[in-house]
Nanobody
Framework: QVQLVESGGGLVQPGGSLRLSCAAS????????MGWYRQAPGKQRELVAT???????NYVDEMKGRFTISRDNAKNTVYLQMNSLKPEDTAVYYC????????????WGQGTQVTVSS
């Protein structure tokens, strides 16, 4: 059974930082492309960042320089370091695991709430 379990969300003031974690089980973690997505109230889910099996990263422009995605294959965990947070970053953040070879292997976590507010 595949599980992606996010943690690290919470309430933070504008300009603050949070580090999200996503622990994966039931998959061969190192062969999956991992990603973070987010969904704000009333909006569609959107990409935040991805990291390939080789460690190459990709970010949406508005997150560049503020967010950093990383992975630890030994711990089956992907991280999202978020700095200089803004109120518009408020959303539920979701972890995603996607096989680069088999399209059907596409898994999601349950999400973790991030609220940026003073």
């Amino acid at each position: 059974q595949v599980q992606l379990v996010e943690s690290g969300g919470g309430l933070v003031q504008p300009g603050g930082s949070l580090r999200l974690s996503c622990a994966a089980s039931g998959i061969i973690f190192r062969v999956f492309v991992m990603g973070w997505y987010r969904q704000a109230p009333g909006k569609q889910r959107e990409l935040v960042a991805t990291i390939t099996t080789g460690g190459n990263t990709n970010y949406v422009d508005e997150m560049k320089g503020r967010f950093t995605i990383s992975r630890d294959n030994a711990k089956n965990t992907v991280y999202l370091q978020m700095n200089s947070l803004k109120p518009e970053d408020t959303a539920v953040y979701y972890c995603n695991a996607k096989s680069p070879l088999i399209r059907q292997l596409d898994y999601w976590g349950q999400g973790t709430q991030v609220t940026v507010s003073s």
